[in-house]
């Protein structure tokens, strides 16, 4: 079954633990985005990913690192959480080659810093 | 800058009736417009998209839009709504430019909720 697939779904941690979020499709697509969801802001991109070793920022990219050693995951990491990064995360796909059309989307991570 | 606005943050309808959930868009150049749809506890959904050609455009679950030039709309649309159409609706567009890579820029959401 073609998927994006994200871990942890759920996490609670504390403020300046490092953590990592895992994003993992097995379509093949070049492209691969962070995005995250806020009550009344809808979705932000937070980084993203053309092909391997070809990453680039998005529109809220602090506090946040990616990247991208192989073509089917790209991992989001926090090097130091803050409680304003408390959110819900989806990471996505598309094929490069079909910049038009639609991007696949994991089934979220809901991160809560405390 | 490109930017997409949803105007309601909720549309309340009774099943059966047609629904419609508002989308206008700001872009420079031609438009590319999709909308998704989130589940309690999912991740997001394609429904449909326009990229060119017909205004009117059919997509899942027996949902439709059109597509307004004039007025920057891309309005969703249901003839008769269902119960399990209750859901978070996000319109996008995408930013074209190559070097963006084709980024979604979001509306903030809709809450449809459907009673029986």
């Known amino acids: 079954e073609a998927q994006v697939t994200q871990n942890p779904r759920y996490l609670i941690t504390v403020t300046g633990k490092k953590l990592t979020v895992t994003c993992s499709q097995n379509?093949?697509?070049?492209?691969m985005s962070w995005y995250r969801q806020d009550p009344g802001l809808g979705l932000r991109q937070i980084y993203y990913?053309?092909?391997?070793?070809?990453?680039d920022k998005g529109d809220v990219p602090e506090g946040y690192k990616v990247s991208r050693k192989e073509k089917r995951n790209f991992p989001l990491i926090l090097e130091s959480p803050s409680p304003n990064q408390t959110s819900l995360y989806f990471c996505a796909s598309s094929p490069l080659d079909s910049r038009l059309g639609e991007q696949y989307f994991g089934p979220g991570t809901r991160l809560t810093v405390t | 800058a490109q930017s997409v606005a949803q105007p309601e943050d909720q549309v309340n309808v009774a099943e059966g009736n047609p629904l419609t959930v508002k989308c206008t868009y700001s872009v420079s150049g031609n438009p590319y417009l999709f909308w998704y749809v989130q589940y309690p506890n999912r991740g997001l959904q394609f429904l449909l998209k326009y990229i060119t050609g017909d205004n009117l455009v059919k997509g899942s679950y027996g949902f439709e839009a059109e597509f307004n030039k004039s007025q920057t709309s891309f309005h969703l649309k249901k003839p008769s709504a269902l119960v399990s159409d209750s859901a978070l609706y996000f319109c996008a567009v995408r930013d074209a430019l190559y070097n963006q890579g084709g980024k979604l820029i979001f509306g903030q959401g809709t809450e449809l909720s459907v009673k029986p």
């Open positions: 379509m093949n697509h070049e492209y």
């Open positions: 990913s053309m092909n391997v070793e070809v990453t």
